[in-house]
């Protein structure tokens, strides 16, 4: 779970050593005169012993490694293994190739086309989704169009990598795309634009007189909330009587974000959740006006992790929803995420968080009120018939 959506510049007096130390590492970019003189600098401020050695180890490598050294290769590699010496699976160091993807799932949006693909068992490039509203719906593009060409570049037998990265890192923002479609070969021209990635799908299922909506979202990104507010608004236009909301597989996202989702089923009384630090502990209150009525299922399973477990326990023990499923992940700290003005980014465990009566689901999970194994049918043929999971909830809520 990130804790922030927007990264924090300052640092407190506790974060100075470390701030030291990152500052040793980096100085090397300023060139020979001015790591001098911040060595000059942290002397006449007793330099921390551990600094000395990071520094004194740093140079030594430098000048007798018997190949030149690369410095953000150097650099890269020491704040990696400071994130790993901390032995927390949730610290991550994010590498240069990695920062753009893990970017895009937070952020909920990129500069692409708006399609999804995988390769087809002839090892060509197909379509298997189209973002609505997206440039590449607007063009024409459709579900099985196999993309054998882009601006005359065959694509024939390449990885669907070869097209993604083509259009991510190119500065054109128009490209020509050759389709395979019903055995006809086209072009069709496609511009790059902003798009935003769908993250919440919605239903409306009539049993026994009674009209029960349904809600799934996979991560709590920036745009989740925006989302889900209009898929729930379009339901209770519905008149729904009840509510199901699935979080199986959310491995998590913005704690902001779950915020936004909670403060839509409950009014400002109500703890959704607390912090724990080293030296504190802070009850946070939804911020909406108003707490819904109508019985609410949640669906979780063992990939229900960090903010989707937040949300879980809050609308389990302060909406007094039902759980059903199988016990989640058991992820009950919160991330920071920080970065340079480049491309390094790390996250590293900061906080714990509990759920509003003060339990720490920490590698226990959240257990659910009514366990249900997914069959294995579902693998086979996933279909709604056979999402024995789901059928459950409408069964509980419909009886």
Not at 29 to 41: D, E, K, V, W
């Amino acid at each position: 779970m990130i804790g922030n959506k927007e990264r924090k510049n300052g640092f407190h007096t506790a974060e100075v050593i470390f701030l030291i130390i990152i500052t040793c590492i980096v100085s090397v970019f300023m060139g020979l005169a001015i790591s001098n003189r911040f060595s000059s600098h942290t002397g006449n401020q007793n330099k921390n012993e551990t600094v000395e050695k990071i520094w004194e180890h740093y140079q030594y490598i430098k000048d007798h490694y018997y190949k030149d050294i690369d410095d953000e290769t150097l650099l890269n590699g020491a704040l990696s293994g400071m994130i790993e010496a901390l032995n927390d699976p949730f610290s991550t160091f994010i590498g240069e190739e990695d920062a753009d993807d893990f970017n895009m799932s937070l952020e909920g949006n990129y500069s692409g086309i708006g399609i999804e693909i995988t390769n087809n068992n002839d090892g060509n490039i197909v379509v298997v989704g189209v973002f609505d509203g997206s440039p590449a719906e607007k063009a024409g593009i459709h579900v099985q169009d196999v993309i054998t060409a882009i601006n005359e570049q065959s694509l024939l037998g390449k990885d669907k990598s070869e097209l993604t990265d083509y259009i991510k890192q190119n500065q054109l923002d128009t490209f020509t795309l050759t389709i395979l479609r019903d055995d006809q070969e086209f072009d069709i021209t496609v511009k790059k634009e902003i798009v935003e990635i769908p993250s919440v799908s919605s239903e409306l299922y009539e049993q026994n007189g009674k009209k029960i909506g349904y809600i799934y979202f996979g991560i709590f990104s920036n745009t989740t909330s925006e989302q889900f507010e209009k898929e729930l608004k379009a339901l209770e236009q519905k008149q729904i009587d009840s509510l199901i909301v699935d979080v199986r597989q959310n491995s998590g996202g913005h704690l902001t974000t779950a915020v936004d989702i909670l403060s839509l089923f409950l009014d400002d009384s109500k703890v959704i959740y607390q912090i724990e630090t080293k030296d504190t502990n802070t009850k946070y209150y939804s911020e909406g006006k108003e707490t819904k009525t109508y019985p609410i299922v949640v669906l979780q399973d063992t990939g229900s992790a960090s903010a989707s477990e937040l949300f879980s326990a809050a609308m389990k023990e302060s909406y007094g929803a039902t759980i059903i499923g199988t016990t989640s992940y058991g992820k009950g700290t919160v991330q920071e995420l920080r970065t340079d003005d480049g491309n390094i980014e790390y996250k590293f465990t900061t906080k714990k968080w509990l759920t509003p009566n003060g339990n720490w689901i920490h590698e226990k999970g959240l257990t659910p009120d009514i366990e249900v194994e997914l069959d294995n049918s579902y693998y086979e043929n996933p279909t709604t018939a056979n999402d024995n999971q789901l059928q459950e909830a409408l069964r509980f809520l419909t009886q």
